[in-house]
Structures are given as structure tokens and as C-alpha cells.
């Protein structure tokens, strides 16, 4: 779709739901990525999204984010068809994101890549920057101000002036989902955020998800291989196979679903090891 969308268009979808992806095709030549899925996020939610490795949960995340546009079908957020917009018409509507690989700007500093965050809703322009009129000072030191608030709740503030690349990677972690939340997201969504990380670094990390949820009202939707920590922090779980979606409920829905236990060990459930 055109990324030059009007944004104003009837609204479609329920108020129940902040997100929703309609029947959605990613097609990379005779390679289907994503194959004609659909679901809902609700508002206020805490959403997992599992698979297999190569079930497509990333590039769900990629299509959502406007890194890439579906082959088909529709995605909506607000009401607002938003398949095909840039990234950072994506990112302005409300939607955050990090990512699976650590992607700071680590020859910055902590205070200065959450800085970086805020820069989607300054309202000054070039040549208030050029020329540092009061606009431009006044705005620089209020964004400063909120990015040193927001560290502190995040427990941070004492490395503002850190490099972002001194931090332990745990930290480092969380930086990101701070930046993330900078950009002021009605969806924050999170890519693996536990990737790497040791057993203590997992538990704060629940958490920080369970906290933002709470504190923020943000709706959360949240990939993840760690499965006890998806089961202990998700509200509800979509599982992905082979691009398409598989099974969809609570943790205890999903743990017990036959199809899911397939996915993840290779065989029937009501088979044993050596009858396969």
C-alpha cells in the first residue's frame, strides 16, 4: 500500500482491540515468511508471540513496524490501516519496538540514547536549532530533564553519563526498552529481550515487563524463546508455525494443547518416544 495513506479514514476496528492483523501474507519470492495470519492485541494487554525457530514471529514484528509491508492484507492500529507506512509514521502513531540483537548507540551515552528516543516529539525546527533560540534551549533542557526521570524509574540514572557500551549487558537490555519507551508508545513491543541473558538478569526482567504493564498502562506484546518466562509474565500466548498461526489462549490453554506440544517436540502427544 501507498505509505502516503490518509490517516484519516474510517475507523475499523473494535475499542477493545489496540492492534490487529488481518489475514497477512509475507512473500519473499516463492518463500512465505508469514502465510495469511490474523489476530488481536488488546488495549492494556500482555501478549506473548512463540514458535519454533523460523515460525515468522519476527517478521510479524518487522510487518507491524513498517520494516516491511505485507504482501497482502491489513494491519490496524487505532482504528488506522497502517500496512506499508514508514517506520517512523509507524513509530509516531504509538508504536515501539526493540529488537533481538542489542541495537544502542553505544559511542553515546545512557542519558544520551534515551535522549535520542524523545526526539520523535520535539516540536522545534532546524532553524531554532541552527540558531539555539530559546525554543531550542527550552525544549532541549525539558527533554534532558524527562530522559533523566524516566532513567531513574528504571533504576539508571546513576549511569546516565556511562557510555552506553561500559553497561553490563543486562543493563544494556533494559536501556533499550527505556529508549523504547522515550518514543511514548501506546504498544511497546519486545523482540527476544531475554536472548543472552543469565537466570538472574531473566528475573528482573519479568519484572520490568510486569512493571511497565502496570505502572504505564502500556499494552505489551512480547516474543520470546524462554518459555518460562513467557508462561509466568503473559496474560495470553498466539503460537506460530511454519508462518502460519498454530494455537492462541492462556499459558495453561497452550501448555496443554496438542498441536503446540507437536510443534515444540517433534511428535503427537499421545505417543511415546520410541513409538514415533
Known sequence: MDGAMDLSQEKRMSDTNLLEIQNCVLRFGGLYAVSGISFQVKRGELLGLIGPNGAGKSSVFNLVTGIYSPTSGEIIFEGTIC???????????????TFQNVRLFHSL??????????????????????TRGSKFLAEEAEVRQRALDLLKIFGLDTAANRPASALPYGSQRRLEIVRAMAVQPKLLMLDEPAAGMNTVEKDELMKLIRFIQEHFGITVLLVEHDMPLVMGVCQRIIVMEQGKLLAQGTPKEVQRNPAVIEAYLGRPVNKKPHDA
Open 83 to 97: 500496512s506499508g507506512l514508514r517506520a517512523n509514521k509507524i513509530a509516531a502513531l504509538g508504536i515501539a519496538r
Open 109 to 130: 551515552s545512557v542519558l544520551e540514547n534515551v535522549i535520542v528516543g524523545f526526539n520523535l516529539h520535539l516540536t522545534h525546527t532546524w532553524i531554532h536549532a541552527v
